[in-house]
């Protein structure tokens, strides 16, 4: 299926979620070929692309956030806040299996995969005593994370073929302001 057609599908889903008066704490939708996850209520959930019903992949009592898909749509990275600091966690599309990858007292915060199949993530380990946010990457069986040649960033993603890497190096000023109209902030929102 094309990128654009894929991308259509995920937007009218998510129009139909924001219209709906139940489920106004969806967040960061993520688009796989076969499925889209989302952060609901602080847990992360899945559902076919065309539709159905969606499953809850986590219900433990930390906050999950930012789902992401693997290149290959089999795994799904997301931070999770279980034991006091906000770690790099991936997850099966069947839920069956789980592990950590981050053990870091820091916010560790996914922001996609590598195509090789190594999770993106930010971090501010290595700054201080601010904490500016760089981005690192690490894989399954892989002990330390490695930060990757950016300064500093808040947002990033690599090129399809990897040769590139797109990031925004601040967040923007407030990125929930709903049908705001002013300042930096764009037209997005339900």
Known sequence: MAKKQVLLIAGLFILTICSASETRLLRQPAVSDNHIAFSYGGNIWITDLYGGDAK????FQGV???PKFSPDG?????????????????ISVDGNEMK??????????????SPDGRVVFTSGRESAPVGYPKFFAIGFDE????ALPVPRGYR??????GMHFAYELVRPSDEEWRNYRGARTGRYGC
């Not at 990858?101 to 996914?110: C, K």
């Not at 990033?156 to 073929?161: F, H, K, M, R, V």
């Open 100 to 113: 950590r990858l981050t053990w870091h007292p820091g916010a560790d915060i996914v922001r996609g995969w």
């Open 64 to 66: 999950e956030s930012n």
């Open 74 to 90: 089999r795994w799904i990275a997301f931070s999770a806040q279980f034991a006091g600091s906000t770690d790099v966690y991936v």
């Open 156 to 161: 990033g993603e690599y090129s399809p073929d």
């Open 56 to 59: 809850r992949l986590t219900s």
């Open 143 to 146: 002990g330390l994370p490695e």
